[in-house]
């Protein structure tokens, strides 16, 4: 069943009484402490200007370990080449907005309606939401961004304005990071092609719930220095 959220308590249903096609729960706000709430469970927003909050928990999840990332020849040619500079935590909102705003094939609108942006870009301010930027020479090119819970990085979305710049910003997000899970949340070819996998949602709770939010984790989980 799809369950109606209370305005005034924070507290989500247990997500495995999520709809087939993983719909949860319906309403409430994106103050920060219920989106903090929802990550922790493994419970996420998505949804269009036209309709209300409606919070998602799909019993399939789409996942990416780090460890089995694809980087074919051709991709590793680009990476080594070092045209890409690539940042953390530099440009978020600038990141956010490129993704809510670019081209999607097949896809009419953006499900990053604007109090969607406000509510993450708080996120970030709070140190919970992170963003990957790719540049080439003083323009941002790709770059992704989620919420950090632990060595979990559930990812958001993310953009390319070049050939190959979202893929940069995911290698280096699974290279550069001591992270044990990348959440995709819903599947897609592009990630598919990547190394991202279905798994049990039982397995993903399970990881998560051994995982506890750190504010500027990404900073903490940088494998090199400088």
């Not at 910003?169 to 550069?176: F, K, S, V």
């Not at 070819?189 to 049990?200: N, P, T």
Request: aromatic share 12%; net charge negative; proline share 3%.
């Amino acid at each position: 069943m799809i369950f109606r959220l209370d305005d005034t308590s924070i507290l989500f249903p247990d997500p495995t009484l999520a709809e087939e096609d993983g719909l949860l729960a319906i309403g409430g706000d994106l103050r920060i402490e219920r989106l903090l709430e929802a990550y922790a469970r493994g419970i996420f927003p998505w949804y269009s200007e036209e309709t209300p909050i409606l919070w998602y928990a799909p019993h399939e999840r789409f996942v990416l370990y780090p460890q089995e990332v694809k980087v074919h020849k051709s991709m590793a040619k680009i990476m080594g080449k070092g045209d890409f500079k690539i940042t953390f935590d530099q440009a978020f909102e600038q990141v956010i907005q490129h993704c809510a705003t670019v081209e999607r094939k097949e896809q009419d609108g953006t499900w990053i309606v604007s109090e969607m942006q406000e509510a993450y870009i708080q996120l970030h301010q709070q140190g919970f939401a992170h963003s990957i930027e790719v540049w080439l020479h003083e323009d941002l090119v790709g770059g992704l961004y989620g919420m950090l819970i632990g060595k979990v990085f559930c990812g958001e979305s993310m953009f390319s304005k070049v050939s190959n710049a979202s893929k940069a910003a995911l290698i280096y997000l699974c290279h550069q990071f001591d992270l044990q899970l990348i959440d995709c949340q819903i599947h897609s070819e592009h990630l598919e092609s990547m190394g991202a996998k279905e798994i049990d949602s039982q397995i993903f709770y399970k990881l998560l719930s051994n995982q506890a939010y750190t504010r500027y984790g990404l900073q903490k989980l940088l494998r090199y220095s400088g």
